[in-house]
């Protein structure tokens, strides 16, 4: 089972302790750090599929660190959601300009927040609707983070889980690095083509336990196919 990673930025122990454990309980895996540095030290070593955002830190503010992602072409498409005390009107107007896709505002009912992770996660992955599918063997469920092998359990990160998707609801059709980019990682995120050998790589070790790997094909100087023929 794979689940979406979290970034929590919070520099209160006791919320950022509170935050990891609703996330977690909700079967995302979470990472914390307590400053917009650390935060983004982290965003480029390694993508969350979501950040948690405080709006006060120490140093650079929630505010800013997500203009900086913005301006980025590598983490403009990470979605961010604010967290904040302030709840006044005009706040949160500033918190969504900043590029915050969604807001709320503290104490929070952890059931309310867990309902606004889903729904951003949901948003920004448009072209992975929460229907099962299954090819060759394999089923993936979105909805639930999930895929199987006939049956078992198949450990996939969250890139190798869309990459997947995309070629299990795209069978017997050659895709170019490039394409493969576009339809997988969207235009808005920034990385080289061999990123896709190696997600490519990963996903073939993840299915190679169940005789699966030569699913994926490599199509010589044109890129790759996922055929169950
Ligand atoms: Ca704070």
């Known amino acids: 089972m794979t689940s979406a990673e979290i970034l929590i930025v919070e520099d209160e122990p006791a919320?950022?302790?509170?935050l990891s454990f609703n996330v977690m309980r909700a079967g995302f895996?979470?990472?914390?750090?307590?400053?917009?540095?650390?935060?983004?030290?982290?965003?480029?070593?390694?993508?969350?599929n979501l950040i948690l955002l405080d709006w006060m830190l120490p140093g650079i503010s929630g505010v800013a660190l997500a203009k900086q992602l913005r301006a980025d072409a590598r983490t403009r498409g990470i979605p961010i959601i604010m967290l904040t005390a302030r709840s006044e009107e005009r706040d949160k107007?500033?918190?969504?300009?900043?590029?915050?896709?969604?807001?709320i505002t503290k104490p929070f009912s952890p059931r309310e927040l867990m309902a606004r992770i889903r729904a951003v996660l949901r948003r920004?992955?448009?072209?992975m609707p929460d229907e099962?599918?299954?090819?060759?063997g394999l089923e993936l469920s979105p909805a639930s983070h999930r895929a199987t092998a006939k049956g078992r359990?198949?450990?996939?990160?969250?890139t190798e889980f869309r990459l997947l998707h995309f070629f299990m609801t795209h069978a017997e059709r050659v895709y170019s690095r490039t394409q493969l980019?576009?339809?997988v990682w969207g235009s808005q995120v920034f990385v080289e083509e061999r990123t896709v050998d190696v997600h490519i790589r990963?996903?073939?070790?993840?299915l190679e336990p169940f005789g699966m790997d030569g699913l994926i094909q490599t199509v010589r100087g044109s890129g790759y196919r996922f055929s169950v023929s």
């Open 15 to 18: 919320i950022q302790e509170l």
């Open 29 to 48: 895996r979470a990472v914390c750090v307590g400053d917009a540095d650390s935060a983004w030290e982290q965003i480029h070593s390694h993508a969350p």
């Open 93 to 103: 107007v500033l918190g969504l300009e900043s590029g915050a896709d969604d807001y």
């Open 124 to 127: 920004h992955v448009p072209q």
């Open 132 to 136: 099962t599918v299954a090819a060759g």
């Open 153 to 158: 359990a198949v450990e996939l990160g969250p």
């Open 181 to 183: 980019l576009d339809h």
């Open 202 to 206: 990963r996903l073939r070790v993840a």
